[in-house]
Nanobody
Framework: QVQLVESGGGLVQAGGSLRLSCAAS????????MSWFRRAPGKEREFVAG????????DYADSVKGRFTIFRDNAKNTLYLQMNSLKPEDTAVYYC?????????????????WGQGTQVTVSS
């Protein structure tokens, strides 16, 4: 069965950095589009960043452009999110998700598989 397991979350001060990882199994990772979403308390789940299966295109939410970088290692079946210059408003549960869609899609409904999430807390 498909499993997506996130790790790397934690508590960090504003201005700090974290790197999230998402280990995938049970799916053709090297042919699968992947994205990161997040859900802050009291808010809807929102798109953060996405990357095509071949890593030839990445998209980012405006709120994280220039601070976050999404990348993947298809040999390790792992997705990453490097988060720099973190702000308190980045505090959320971060989820990785997999889609069979050939393009990067920002709608959660287009993703077939989800991880359990990892908490990121940024203190001011």
């Amino acid at each position: 069965q498909v499993q997506l397991v996130e790790s790397g979350g934690g508590l960090v001060q504003a201005g700090g950095s974290l790197r999230l990882s998402c280990a995938a199994s049970g799916l053709p990772f090297s042919n699968t589009g992947m994205s990161w979403f997040r859900r802050a308390p009291g808010k809807e789940r929102e798109f953060v960043a996405g990357i095509k299966w071949n890593a030839r295109r990445m998209d980012y939410a405006d709120s994280v452009k220039g601070r976050f970088t999404i990348f993947r290692d298809n040999a390790k079946n792992t997705l990453y999110l490097q988060m720099n210059s973190l702000k308190p408003e980045d505090t959320a549960v971060y989820y990785c998700a997999a889609t069979s869609d050939s393009s990067i899609t920002t709608s959660p409904s287009n993703y077939e598989y989800w991880g359990q999430g990892t908490q990121v807390t940024v203190s001011s």
